[in-house]
């Protein structure tokens, strides 16, 4: 079955290290990827999206990701986190009219 | 770009009542739209989707329902809530890219006591 896999429930990082998510997808042939991000209590933004054509994808607030067909993944990084931050994070992909989530990834910035 | 709204923001409700919530669209026409529920540690469940007015495609068996009564409204209800109901309800629209491209609202949050 199509799914998004985030193997991370939970991660802990010092304000001003580099942060990657992972994200592993199954799907036939090259999906939709997104990643977004929610903050506590609010609704979800999109950070950043690959369809097609150059790997590596730039997004908002300093974010990128790599599609990496070989590996199936489509991990997000930053490098260098912000107490800001500190959120919920989802991969997703999207199929026939339908977004669907990973389980998602929460993040803890410290001081 | 859109904006999604989304009422009530919060709301508790006894086993065995009903439930309306309601969720419009601005700065977009014809958008598919989606209702989203997420419960504590479980991520986002896909309930509903429509394509247009009065076409719903239910994604999970359950005791709720969706309507879309106008283009850019989109209704979730239920005749009865269960304790199982309680959670986050996130309504979303890509604004007919057809891509998952999605905005959200700031969802409702439903508490069944």
């Known amino acids: 079955a199509q799914s998004v896999t985030q193997p991370d429930i939970h991660i802990t990082v010092s304000e001003g290290a580099s942060l990657e998510l992972r994200c592993n997808y199954s799907?036939?042939?090259?999906?939709?990827l997104f990643w977004y991000v929610q903050s506590p209590g609010q609704g979800l933004q999109l950070l950043l999206k690959?369809?097609?054509?150059?790997?590596l994808v730039q997004g908002i607030k300093g974010f990128e990701a790599e599609f990496k067909r070989s590996q199936s993944s489509f991990n997000l990084r930053k490098p260098s986190v912000h107490w800001s931050d500190a959120a919920e994070y989802f991969c997703?992909?999207?199929?026939?009219?339908?977004?669907?989530f990973g389980a998602g990834t929460t993040v803890t910035v410290r001081a | 770009s859109q904006t999604i709204h989304q009422w009530p923001a919060t709301l508790v409700q006894p086993v065995g009542s009903p439930l309306s919530l309601e969720c419009t669209v601005e700065?977009?026409?014809?958008?598919?739209l989606y209702w989203y529920r997420q419960a504590a540690g479980r991520g986002l469940q896909l309930l509903f989707y429509?394509?247009?007015?009065?076409?719903i495609s239910s994604e999970v068996p359950q005791n709720l329902s969706a309507s879309r009564p106008q283009d850019r409204q989109f209704i979730l209800s239920s005749k009865k809530l269960l304790l199982s109901d309680s959670g986050f309800y996130l309504c979303?629209?890509?604004?007919?890219?057809?891509?998952?491209?999605?905005?959200f609202g700031e969802g409702s949050r439903l508490t069944v006591l």
């Open positions: 700065g977009t026409s014809n958008p598919n």
């Open positions: 429509s394509v247009g007015i009065g076409q």
């Open positions: 690959y369809f097609s054509g150059d790997t």
């Open positions: 799907y036939g042939a090259t999906p939709y």
């Open positions: 997703a992909f999207f199929n026939d009219y339908k977004l669907s």
């Open positions: 979303a629209s890509d604004g007919r890219s057809n891509t998952g491209e999605l905005f």
